[in-house]
Nanobody
């Protein structure tokens, strides 16, 4: 099986920073795109950022210039550096990845359990 485990969420004041991490583990042959989504209460889950090795990262308009996605393929980990946080960034942040398991020929999509980010004074 494959697991994605997020960490790094918490409570931060407006204007502050947080760094989220998501580590993939299990019987992994390769990882394609790695993504961060978020879901605020009463809202649909939305794509925040995505990164595929060798390609330019994608960002939602609402976070451009403030968030930076990166990945360490050796550690099978994706990061989301969040700066200049705003109250509207408050949400549960989910990691998502396309993973090819050992012994298979296709990618499956996996989700982490989510980590809460609260931006409040």
């Amino acid at each position: 099986q494959v697991q994605l485990v997020e960490s790094g969420g918490g409570l931060v004041q407006p204007g502050g920073s947080l760094r989220l991490s998501c580590a993939a583990s299990g019987s992994i042959f390769s990882i394609g795109a790695m993504r961060w989504y978020r879901q605020a209460p009463g809202n649909q889950r939305e794509l925040v950022s995505s990164l595929t090795s060798g390609l330019s990262p994608h960002y939602a308009d609402s976070v451009k210039g403030r968030f930076t996605i990166s990945r360490d393929n050796a550690k099978r980990t994706v990061y989301l550096q969040m700066n200049s946080l705003k109250p509207e960034d408050t949400a549960v942040y989910y990691c998502n990845a396309d993973v090819r398991r050992v012994g298979t020929w296709h990618n499956n999509n996996y989700w982490g359990q989510g980590t809460q980010v609260t931006v409040s004074s």
